[in-house]
């Protein structure tokens, strides 16, 4: 290919896009008009482009590997160095006299001492065991929630223990046996549908199960209970393969529970919270 | 009812745009592993500067800004090792995509940003930190090159 057919294609090739001046348009224009070579050249060109266009949108068929989308859900987030608002600072210069010399001594000799004094004195009492217990305990719930969806979401056709088409009865039993009253959230904006429901129990109180389904067959889980130990703001914890957005009201404690591949748990979280 | 924010959260953008930032990447480094590699990196360091991020703009625009500039670095390091990883085939991503990463270096990349992703030819000059001429040279090439690959293509089907 010589220099300047290689030229005529770089000019076609932009004229495609149209990030060429309007000279230089007219003159491509006219090429086009009388030279069939670069006829030929833009309709290959052209060809190009759709070919590549197809072979890189196929790319993102490809399933992304979970370990990746872990690292990113699991990195944590930089803290904002915070400047506050500082008036600006009196020039002091430090020459004091001899009597302010003597306070000072004096001054520092009685902060020393008491200061001394207090970590001679017994320790302050450890952390309370009810507080500790009460890590431990919401540390086992989630545990428990993570366990119980693993197991049902991959039960197919016995998914739930009560079916969605008998909601009445589900509201009714699992009121009853977690003590919070709930509705059942339509989630069908987010593309989910109503499975059904479960009971089951996580650090050994019961909990209701809500299951959804999306158009992928992807389960995504409700769970509510009495309270747990406080778990606010909502956060999100990764249990290997299945990713759990909790937190609490007043009188229960909730999860959403599903794949830690879906970006989109708290959304669904936040969707639930405003409708359960 | 304390309801659960929905933050604005990078790491969600980050992950919604994983396939998109692993093409590129793959674009760039021809072979599946080092291109999940640099997305890896890429993405911690997005969350660690994402105080940088403003919102104006295309996300990925910055996102392949920091893909290239890491590899770029990579490629100094371990220049001449380019054409050893990046076999034809051997790829995750299978053949379609080890029949376009296997083009001359640069050209995917070019091609990528603007015909596919749809960036103005400055903007994708800028993410690659090129000239604007050479991603107009590269940018031809690539399509002329991609249907040379679609003829031999649809040869081998008849």
């Known amino acids: ?276 | 009812m304390n309801q659960p924010s929905a933050p604005n959260d990078i790491r969600r953008d980050l992950v919604a745009l994983l396939p998109k930032m692993r093409r590129f990447a793959l674009a760039l480094a021809g072979a599946a592993a080092e291109a999940d590699d640099l997305v890896r990196e890429a993405c911690a360091r997005a969350i660690q500067k994402s105080h940088h991020w403003k919102g104006e703009g295309r996300l990925e625009s910055w996102l392949y800004s920091m893909v290239r500039s890491l590899w770029t670095d990579e490629a100094k390091k371990r220049k001449g090792m380019r054409d050893a990883a990046a076999e034809p085939g051997d790829d995750a991503f299978g053949k379609p995509a080890a029949m376009l990463v296997g083009m001359p270096e640069g050209l995917a990349a070019s091609f990528l940003l603007v015909d596919v992703e749809g960036f103005t030819y400055a903007e994708a000059a800028d993410i690659l930190g090129i000239p604007v001429r050479v991603l107009t040279s590269r940018l031809c090439a690539a399509r002329l090159r991609l249907a040379a690959i679609g003829v031999e293509a649809t040869e081998r089907r008849a």
């Not at chain 1, 992928?216 to 990713?243: H, L, M, Q, W, Y």
Request: aromatic fraction near 6%.
């Open chain 1, 1 to 276: 290919m010589t220099e300047t057919s290689k030229e005529i294609d770089i000019r076609l090739s932009t004229f495609i896009d149209g990030e060429i001046g309007e000279e230089e348009r007219h003159e491509v224009e006219a090429l086009l008009v009388n030279d069939p070579q670069a006829r030929a050249s833009q309709d290959a060109l052209k060809r190009g482009r759709d070919f590549g266009r197809h072979a890189f949108d196929e790319m993102l068929k490809e399933p992304v590997p979970l370990d990746l989308v872990r690292a990113i859900k699991t990195a944590p987030q930089p803290r904002r160095a915070v400047r506050l608002p500082q008036a600006s600072r009196p020039n002091f210069s430090m020459k004091p006299t001899g009597r302010q010399a003597l306070a000072c001594g004096l001054l520092l000799f009685v902060v020393g001492g008491a200061f001394g004094y207090m970590l001679g004195a017994p320790p302050l009492a450890a952390p309370s065991p009810d507080a500790l217990a009460s890590v431990s305990e919401n540390r086992d719930w989630l545990e428990d929630v993570a366990a119980h969806y693993r197991l049902y979401s991959r039960q197919g056709p016995h998914l739930a223990e009560l079916p969605a088409g008998k909601p009445a009865d589900i509201l009714d039993w699992l009121t009853t046996n977690t003590g919070v009253a709930f509705r059942i959230p339509d989630l069908g904006e987010s593309g989910l549908a109503f499975q059904g429901a479960r009971l089951f129990s996580a650090a050994g109180i019961p909990a209701g199960q809500l299951f959804y389904k999306s158009a992928e067959g992807e389960v995504i889980a409700i769970v509510f209970t009495k309270s747990r130990p406080t778990v606010n703001p909502a956060t999100e914890s990764i249990r290997d393969d299945i990713g759990v957005v909790s937190w609490s009201t007043p009188l229960a404690t909730y999860a959403i529970v599903g794949p830690s591949s879906n970006p989109s748990l708290d959304e669904i979280a936040a969707k639930a919270a405003g409708l359960i």
